[in-house]
C-alpha cells in the first residue's frame, strides 16, 4: 500500500516535471517559429533589433564556445591526470585543491563574471598593455577572450569533476598491466590511461559546453557587446552573443514589446545551437567509445 | 562440438599427479638459481605482509607457491618485479637477486627490470586494443615501430601462448571480444612479446573453468623449456600437477621450500602436511 502511494507520487512528481517542459519547449517553439527565416539566421540586426536577424550573436556564441573549450579542456584535464595519477592521494594538497574545486563549482556565475573584469580584464589585459604596448589600449578591455577565459575558469570544475572520474573508473589492473610490461608512467599514462578513459573525459567537454553555452553574468562585463556592426576578428575584439542577446532584447531595448517575436525565436535558436553543439560532442563520443571497442 | 573433443585431448595429454615417479636424485644442488631471495621483510604501512622469506627459483623450472587466502602469495610476488612500488607507504628489508644483480635497491631502473620479469595477473587485463596490439604494445613502448618486426613478434608470441590458431584471423579486432580463457592467453602472450627471462603468474586460472585451465597448465609446462616460472595459486592441485618446486606460505612466512614431490609427499613441517591434507582452513 505504501509502496504504491510512493511509486504513484514519483510518477506524478516526474509529470509535472515532464509536463513543465514540454510547456516551455512549446511556448518557445509556437512563438519562435513565425520569425525563423534563413535571414534571420544570417543576418545582422536592424532597426533597433526588431528587424533583420542575429547572425553576430550566432557567430559570437559558437566562438565564444570554442574558444572556452579550448582553454578548459586541457587545464582541467592536466590537473585531473595530476590529482588522480601524480599526487598522493592522502597528500593534504590534493585534499585542499579537491575542497577548492568543488567550492568553485557553487559560486554563482555573477562573481565569475566580476572576477572575469578585475583579473582578465583590468589586471591580465591592462598588465599586456602595459608592458607589450606602452600602455595603449589593446587587451585591457572586455573581449572574446577575457570571456572566454572566464566561461573556461567556470567551466573547470565539471571538467576536472569528470575527468577524474573518469580515470578513477579505469581498472587497477590495466594500469599495472601496462607497468608490468616495463611501461614508465608516462607511456602507461598516454597509451592505456587516457585512452581507456577518453570518453568520459569528452563527457566532461560536452557537460562545460551545455553549462556554458547559456551563461550570461560571466560575459556581461568580459566581452559581450550589445550591438556591434561587424564580427570578431582578433581576440581582442568584442563579440554578440545570444544569451545576452536575449537579455538585451529584453530589458534594455527602445522598445521591449516591438522585439518579443525576435526575443521567441533567439531563445530557439540558443536552445538548437547548445542542442547541436552537445549532439556535435556525443557523436564524437560515440565514434570514439566504438573505435576503442573495436581495439585500436 | 568437433573444438569440444580436441580440448577434452588436451585435457587427457596432461600429465597427471606425479607422486609415482621417482624423486629426481639430489636435483636441488644442481639446478642454476635464477633468483634469490635473502631474509626478505615487506610492510604495508605498519602491516607486516612478508617476514623473513628466504628462498631460491631456479631457472627453467616452474616454481609454484601456495597458501591460504591472505597469507602474503601475491605480496611475494610482486616484489619480485617491483609493482608494490605503486602502493604509498610501502617499505622492505632484506634482499633479492635476479642472476647476481640486486633488484630490491631503491635506485634500480623498474621498467628494464619488468622487461626482464613479465607477469601475468589474476584477473585478465587486456588493454581496449586489438588482439595485435596488445600482444605488440610491450615491443612498441620499447621503441620497435617496424611492422613487419612487430607482426613476426605477435605471431610467435600468439604461438607460444597457445592462442594462434585461435585468433590469427581477427588479429584487428578488438580483445575484448575474447573468452576469459583466451584472454588469459593473450595476456601471456603479450607477457612473452617482450621476451622476458622470467615469467610471475598470479592465480592465472583462478576465474578459469577446468578445460581452459587445462590450456594454460599444459602451456607453462611447455613454456619452461625457455623461460624461468614463477606460479602463486590457491589450488594445490595444480601446484603438484606444474611446478617443480613448492613453497608454503603461512601468515607472511614461508613455512617450507622443497622439491615439489618431496612436499606434497614428505613435508617436514607440520603446519604443510595439515595444508595440503585439507585438515587447516
Ligand atoms: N595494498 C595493500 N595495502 C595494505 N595491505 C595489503 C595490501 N595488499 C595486501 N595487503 C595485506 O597483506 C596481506 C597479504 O596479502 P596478499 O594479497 O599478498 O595475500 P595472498 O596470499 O595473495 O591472498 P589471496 O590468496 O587471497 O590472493 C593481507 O593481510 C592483506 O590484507
Ligand atoms: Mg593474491
Sequence with gaps: MKDKLFIGLSALAMLVILAMLALILGNIFWFGKDRLSWEFISASPRVGMTEGGIFPAIFGTVALVFLMTIAVMPAGVMTAIYLEEYARADSKMVHIVQQAVANLAGVPSIVFGLFGLGFFVNFVGRGVDGLFFGGELNYGQPAILWASATLALLTLPVVIVTTSEALRAVPREIKEGGLALGATRLQNLWRIIIPSALPGILTGGILAVSRGAGEVAPIMFTGAAYFLPYLPTSPNDQFMELGYHVYVMATQSPDVEATKPILYSTVLVLLALTFLLNLLAIYLRARLRKRFAEGR | MEVMGEEVETLDKLPQIRLDTPARPESLPAE????????????????????????????????????????????????????????????????????????????????????????????????????????????????????????????????????????????????????????????????????PEVILLDEPCSQLDPISTAKIEELLLDLKSRYTIVLVTHNMQQAARVSDFSGFF?????????????????PSDKRTEDYITGRFG
Excluded at chain 2, 615487506?42 to 607457491?65: C, E, H, M, P
Excluded at chain 2, 603461512?250 to 614428505?266: C, H, I
Design chain 2, 32 to 195: 642454476k638459481e635464477k633468483i634469490r631471495i635473502e631474509d626478505f621483510s615487506f610492510w604495508y604501512g605498519k602491516t607486516k605482509a612478508l617476514d623473513g622469506i628466504t628462498s631460491r627459483v631456479y631457472q627453467n623450472r616452474i616454481t609454484a607457491y601456495i597458501g591460504p587466502s591472505g597469507c602474503g602469495k601475491s605480496t611475494f610476488l610482486r616484489c619480485l618485479n617491483r609493482m608494490n612500488d605503486l602502493i604509498p607507504h610501502t617499505r622492505w628489508e632484506g634482499r633479492i637477486f635476479l642472476d647476481e644483480e640486486e633488484i630490491s635497491r631503491p635506485s634500480l631502473d623498474l621498467t628494464a627490470l619488468r622487461r626482464q620479469v613479465g607477469m601475468v595477473f589474476q584477473k585478465s587485463n587486456p588493454f581496449p586494443k586489438t588482439i595485435f596490439e596488445n600482444v605488440a604494445f610491450g615491443l612498441r613502448i620499447a621503441g620497435e615501430g617496424n611492422l613487419p618486426k612487430l607482426s613476426a613478434a605477435v605471431e610467435e608470441s600468439l604461438k607460444q601462448a597457445a592462442l594462434w590458431e585461435e585468433v590469427k584471423d581477427k588479429l584487428e579486432r578488438s580483445a575484448l571480444a575474447l573468452s576469459g580463457g583466451q584472454q588469459q592467453r593473450l595476456c601471456i602472450a603479450r607477457a612473452l612479446a617482450v621476451r
Design chain 2, 250 to 266: 603461512l601468515l607472511g612466512q614461508l613455512v617450507e621450500f622443497d622439491d615439489t614431490r618431496k612436499l606434497f609427499t614428505t
